[in-house]
């Protein structure tokens, strides 16, 4: 665990090395893998912005561990959200969903759970793109402080946090680098 700081008042500990990352990955997708009845009707969603490269991770390992090939999409919630207001509007991304979902075993995957209200916007969102069997949520870490009843399926590391700490996720294919760091006043 590596302790440096941000500014004169910020801590930053790191949660997660790079290595530590790649294996929280590979154990949340044999988690996945074990609780999927039928691989052939899995899909694996994730939910712009780090949950897209994490989803793309996860499907990595999975057809590593099982030789299969697992699509990935990539959803934008922006529009779906509850709390624009508070949050402020920012450019949408493109939601990238080539493929139907009804009937499939649905991982919708985001990197920090925290409050849930992605999560809710995320399931209204799906529902543009079909009617999932089953939908599940993989997250890298669940911090806590939910305000709706949304619990993940799969989590990758418990972190118990304050309100006013930050939790960074950091995925090479957006930061150049793997980690996840805490960040505190």
Do not use: C, W
Request: charged share 30%; aromatic share 4%; hydrophobic share 45%.
């Amino acid at each position: 665990m590596t302790i440096s700081t941000v500014s004169t008042k910020a801590k930053v500990v790191e949660i997660l090395s790079s290595e530590e990352l790649r294996r929280t990955v590979n154990r949340l997708a044999s988690q996945i893998v074990e609780k999927t009845r039928d691989l052939s009707q899995l899909v694996l969603i994730g939910i712009y912005t780090r949950g897209v490269p994490l989803a793309q991770l996860l499907a990595r390992q999975i057809e590593a561990l099982e030789g299969l090939s697992v699509p990935v999409g990539a959803l934008d919630i922006t529009f779906y959200r509850d709390d624009l207001d508070q949050i402020g509007l920012r450019t949408p991304a493109k939601t990238e969903i080539s493929f139907d979902l009804t009937d499939k075993i649905v991982v919708l995957v985001d990197d920090v759970i925290f409050k849930g209200r992605t999560v809710r916007a995320a399931l209204n969102a799906v529902n543009e793109y079909g009617r999932p069997e089953v939908i599940r949520l993989a997250v890298l870490v669940d911090r806590g402080h939910r305000e709706v009843p949304i619990h993940p399926d799969f989590v990758g590391k418990q972190l118990p946090t304050a309100k006013e700490e930050i939790v960074k996720v950091y995925l090479q294919d957006i930061d150049g680098r793997d980690a996840v760091e805490l960040i505190a006043d």
